[in-house]
């Protein structure tokens, strides 16, 4: 008997933090994900990285208005909606694992030594190369400053990390040298961004993440906290920048692209998702559509690498 292999489903993911109203660019972020997934007949789940729910009083607001502008759009996703601020007991369940295997140390430098601390001119995207002054002095058996919180460190090895990533094409880091040891736990005690989404993405069974360009450099720090906590890597599609029709990035505090400015404007979603849909290569021209309507006519082959611009009047 001729035993077949069932095929892994696709399982996508939308994991956008309501630090404000979601923008153009989410949008088109929610859309390519929903639309990969959709397309192989997968699940596409919803993610809330309301991890600094605590300090940021209007996150709750967002989140409302982050749901109620997917219901407009018309994207259904699967199963129950997760919250990053509910699950900082799963944090740290991981972040211990990785502490017993010693690949944490305490860091106590403030925001002004850390300028200091930095071997290099920090990267564009805000990474500072951390020269490992907490751990060279705990080696060295100086006593840390008291009562001071620190935040925490992840070592990570002089090794290059490479990907192929669906849009962007082969991609590779030295951890040491271009983005050195990087925090998985803030001085607050809220666990990171990089942790959290490792943890959150195994956990769910997340095998394909769609998101924006921006965070290419964040993927193999990804990966090396996914390989140390034995998960499977998920495939990545970094998708091209959205820039407004002249060229310019939407600014999120001019309120280009908000979607409290593109409900006022357009009323119902069909054409603000045909201009999405256009400006990525899926529509000849901007025109009315549904999520829906969108899944067969969508392939990565046809998502350019690079910027793309809204169509005039956006
Ligand atoms: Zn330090």
């Known amino acids: 008997m001729r035993i077949e292999k069932k095929s ?3 399982v996508g993911r939308f994991a956008p933090t309501p630090s404000a109203r979601l923008h153009l660019g989410n949008v088109l972020s929610a859309l390519l994900s929903y639309l990969s997934a959709r397309a192989a007949g997968g699940k596409w789940l919803l993610r809330v990285e309301d991890l600094d729910a605590a300090r940021c009083p209007f996150m709750g607001e967002n989140t409302k208005w982050l ?7 018309g994207f259904s996703f699967d199963g129950e909606v997760l919250y990053q601020s509910e699950r900082a007991d799963v944090y740290e369940t991981y972040f211990n694992v990785l ?53 925490y460190r992840v070592l990570v090895p002089d090794a290059i990390v ?29 666990f990171a ?20 360009n921006d965070l290419l450099s964040s ?21 091209p920048l959205l820039l407004d029709a002249a060229g310019r990035r939407l600014s ?31 529509l000849p021209s901007p025109e009315s559509c549904t999520p829906e309507d969108l899944i067969a006519l969508f392939s990565w082959e046809k998502i350019p690498r690079g910027d793309v611009l809204l169509p005039q009047g956006f």
């Open 67 to 73: 749901l109620d502008d997917l219901a407009w759009f």
């Open 162 to 190: 490479s990907f192929t990533d669906g849009v962007q094409g082969a991609y590779a880091e030295n951890l040491e040298r271009d983005c050195s040891d990087f925090v998985v736990r803030r001085a607050d005690g809220v």
């Open 193 to 212: 961004y990089q942790l959290a989404v490792v943890v959150d993405d195994a956990l769910s069974g997340v095998n394909e993440v769609v998101r924006g």
């Open 219 to 239: 993927t193999p720090r990804q990966i090396f906290l996914q390989k140390r906590l034995g998960f499977a890597t998920p495939r990545y599609f970094h998708i």
């Open 252 to 282: 999120k505090r001019e309120g280009d692209g908000c979607m409290e400015s593109v409900r006022a404007k357009y009323k119902t979603p069909g054409l603000v998702l045909g201009a999405l849909a256009a400006a990525v290569g899926l």
């Open 99 to 151: 502490r017993e295997e010693g690949l944490i140390y305490p860091c106590y430098c403030s925001r002004a030594e850390l300028h200091d601390a930095a071997r290099a001119p920090h990267r564009g995207d805000g990474v500072f190369l951390y020269d490992r002054r907490c751990l060279l002095r705990a080696r060295e058996g100086i006593a840390p400053p008291s009562g001071k919180k620190p935040a």
């Open 8 to 10: 892994d489903t696709v």
